[in-house]
T-cell receptor, first 115, second 112 residues
Framework: DTEVTQTPKHLVMGMTNKKSLKCEQHMGHRAMYWYKQKAKKPPELMFVYSYEKLSINESVPSRFSPECPNSSLLNLHLHALQPEDSALYLC??????????????FGPGTRLTVL | DAKTTQPTSMDCAEGRAANLPCNHSTISGNEYVYWYRQIHSQGPQYIIHGLKNNETNEMASLIITEDRKSSTLILPHATLRDTAVYYCIVRRLNFGNEKLTFGTGTRLTIIP
């Protein structure tokens, strides 16, 4: 299984809502990532988890809260978002660099619209 | 990580080889060249990576110049499904640097 799955595929939420994005992989990868991609722009890294611990936070606002409950799952909790947070949110996984090959496998993304 | 420069867009006829250039003149000795692509409405997909030698896999070939200041990704027989944005990324593979920094990429259109 070389797939990263993300749910939901689409999400529309109001600025006062709380929602969560979910990502799952069963490749035994111990590094997982969240990226944000605005229309016609390249993906931008938000967070990196390595061995279930947060290793990189790219100065992301606190209204985005990542969580890695176990080595297969990665969540992104959303609260009090702004319309400019509307974007495609991509999850990826890989082996951590210390183990060698660091090819990142990406999921299809969740397209988020904040009203 | 070193900065890369790629053409904004390119066209290629179906069945021909697509050659995508990337300039990385400030690359340092321990930095690898990675290529990913992103087909419309999908997540990015890893293609190939290399350090100094040319590399080939089932998807593509990577040619890195001897001074390592530029490289070319070659799709030998382009198909319509190769229409995508192609990203050239230069990165160090040291612990704690798992991040990928995407540039603006090249939008490749395969023409029937």
């Amino acid at each position: 299984d070389t797939e990263v799955t993300q749910t939901p595929k689409h999400l529309v939420m109001g600025m006062t809502n709380k929602k969560s994005l979910k990502c799952e992989q069963h490749m035994g990868h111990r590094a997982m990532y969240w990226y944000k991609q605005k229309a016609k722009k390249p993906p931008e890294l938000m967070f990196v988890y390595s061995y279930e611990k947060l290793s990189i936070n790219e100065s992301v606002p606190s209204r985005f809260s990542p969580e890695c409950p176990n080595s297969s799952l990665l969540n992104l909790h959303l609260h009090a978002l702004q319309p400019e947070d509307s974007a495609l949110y991509l999850c990826a996984s890989s082996q951590p660099l210390r183990t060698g090959n660091n090819e990142q496998f990406f999921g299809p993304g969740t397209r988020l619209t904040v009203l | 990580d070193a900065k890369t420069t790629q053409p904004t867009s390119m066209d290629c006829a179906e069945g021909r080889a697509a050659n995508l250039p990337c300039n990385h003149s400030t690359i340092s000795g321990n930095e690898y060249v990675y290529w990913y692509r992103q087909i419309h409405s999908q997540g990015p997909q890893y293609i190939i990576h290399g350090l100094k030698n040319n590399e080939t896999n089932e998807m593509a070939s990577l040619i890195i110049t001897e001074d390592r200041k530029s490289s070319t990704l070659i799709l030998p027989h382009a198909t319509l499904r190769d229409t995508a944005v192609y990203y050239c990324i230069v990165r160090r593979l040291n612990f704690g640097n798992e991040k990928l920094t995407f540039g603006t990429g090249t939008r490749l259109t395969i023409i029937p």
